[in-house]
Nanobody, 128 residues
Framework: QVQLVESGGGLVQAGGSLRLSCAASDALSGHPFRRYALGWFRQAPGKDREFVAAVSRSGDRTDYANSVKGRWDISRDNAKNTVSLQMNSLQPEDTAIYYC?????????????????WGQGTQVTVSS
């Protein structure tokens, strides 16, 4: 069974920081973790899910939504089967449920519909 489990969400004041982590089972549907591009998405109340950041299989390439570029950093540790999202300078509009996802497609970054596996999400709330 594929498992992606997010952690690190919580309540923070505007301007603060949080670090989200996502841990994967050893093999996602039979493929090693390192074969997946990984991404973070978020969904705010009443809004569609949106892309936040992605990291390539080896970790040498990253992609960010314009809204978080320069503030946040995505990274992965293939030895530990984890992907992290360091979120700095948080703003109330960053409040959402954050999901990690994994994609087997070779092209980077994957389109949103090309992610094969999703976690259950972790809540991030930023107070003003």
């Amino acid at each position: 069974q594929v498992q992606l489990v997010e952690s690190g969400g919580g309540l923070v004041q505007a301007g603060g920081s949080l670090r989200l982590s996502c841990a994967a089972s050893d093999a996602l549907s039979g493929h090693p973790f390192r074969r997946y591009a990984l991404g973070w998405f978020r969904q705010a109340p009443g809004k569609d899910r949106e892309f936040v950041a992605a990291v390539s299989r080896s970790g040498d390439r990253t992609d960010y939504a314009n809204s978080v570029k320069g503030r946040w950093d995505i990274s992965r540790d293939n030895a530990k089967n984890t992907v992290s999202l360091q979120m700095n300078s948080l703003q109330p509009e960053d409040t959402a449920i954050y999901y990690c996802a994994a994609s087997l497609v070779l092209a980077f970054p994957p389109h949103g519909y090309e992610y094969d596996f999703w976690g259950q999400g972790t809540q991030v709330t930023v107070s003003s």
